[in-house]
């Protein structure tokens, strides 16, 4: 019990101690931006106290939430501890090193700075563009290098404790296999990035099938060195689009997908649900985590609107406002369900 104590108290020290870091980098990096590049817009962004206090209290109990799955066994509590320290301090420096380049991006409003050697047949319009005002988009090693770390900045922190509102209705849902092997079923991860949603997924789901798609070859090139020393069998990693899944039909019995569909134009998002419709066997639970949206997190509208006008999210204002929801069951899903937790939503259902 007294050890249970000492690690819930050591777990949010943690956490408290990443948020605290995370303001600090935010504030720091916008006044020295602001003043050796100054852009008046972006300085007028500002948040009321209580908005302040609904954000903490919002991450507060996103951390119980944490904490309180992995007392459940529902997910291994040393995912709780594990950060790549020493991979963070690396990328720390390219972070400082590059803001110069894409602060003046935000402040030209140049969407298209991206590599020469990339072949633009092989990626759809939408995705050619600096999302978030980044360095190559999502078309280098470097971007991918240092994307982990932005994200952590970004969400003070939580963003692992978020990806982790998966793990709970995934596991729900692949009960619906519960007789058959667990080294039969497989979980899809679509838009998988640099690895950090796989890794909490092996954790949790230590023998089934796991694999992880991503558009971007230098994405799945950092994922391979972040998974390449978990324990449990080789996670596969597929370059591919998720509007074109290289699935046969009713081959997959989970699917998650986090932080994709804010990045995708309307008939986009359309046509990917249907692609997890396609390839998931019947009783196959989706999963979906994203950006909260107006109708259930009114509270933060404030902090969305500031969102698509420090970065460049050229699709998020109508994600916000899509009834995401109507969407699944239009397409066929049923026992749709949809929580939220601090900056993130999550959605499952059932073919």
Request: with cysteine.
């Amino acid at each position: 019990m007294v050890k249970e104590q000492i690690s819930k108290i050591a777990y949010k020290t943690l956490q408290q101690g990443k948020s605290i870091a995370g303001l600090a980098h935010k504030e720091l990096s916008t006044r020295i931006m602001n003043f050796v590049l100054p852009d008046n817009k972006l300085g007028n962004l500002t948040i009321d106290k209580k908005l302040l206090v609904d954000i903490q209290n919002s991450m507060d109990r996103l951390r119980e939430e944490d904490w309180n799955d992995a007392e459940k066994n529902i997910y291994p509590q040393k995912l709780l501890f594990d950060e790549p320290w020493l991979r963070y301090l690396t990328q720390y420096p390219k972070i400082w090193l590059d803001m110069p380049n894409t602060w003046d991006r935000r402040r030209k409003q140049n969407y298209k700075d991206l590599p020469k050697n990339i072949e633009n047949e092989n990626y759809p319009k939408y995705y050619l563009r600096n999302f978030h005002h980044q360095t190559d988009g999502y078309l280098s090693d470097f971007s991918a290098s240092i994307y982990d770390l932005q994200v952590e900045i970004l969400f003070n922190g939580s963003a692992d404790a978020m990806r982790r509102r998966i793990i709970k209705p995934l596991k729900e849902g692949l009960n619906n296999f519960g007789n058959r092997k667990k080294s039969s079923l497989k979980i899809l991860d679509v838009a998988t990035g640099s690895g950090r949603t796989l890794k909490q997924l092996r954790g949790a789901f230590p023998k089934e099938k796991i694999i992880g798609l991503d558009l971007s070859g230098s994405y799945l090139k950092e994922a391979s060195r972040f998974i390449s020393n978990l324990n449990g069998d080789l996670i596969e990693l597929i370059k591919g689009n998720a509007e074109n899944l290289p699935f046969e039909d009713n081959s997959i019995q989970g699917i998650t997908c986090v932080y994709l569909f804010h990045e995708l134009p309307r008939t986009v998002r359309e046509n990917v649900l249907k692609e997890f419709f396609r390839v998931l066997e019947p009783d196959g639970i989706l999963i979906l985590a994203d950006s909260i949206q107006e109708n259930d997190s009114p509270d933060f509208i404030q902090i969305m609107e500031n969102f698509y006008k420090s970065f460049h999210e050229p699709f998020y204002c109508d994600y916000i406002k899509e009834d995401i929801t109507s969407k699944i069951k239009d397409i066929g899903f049923n026992n749709i369900k949809s929580n939220s937790f601090f900056m993130t939503k999550v959605w499952s259902a059932i073919k």
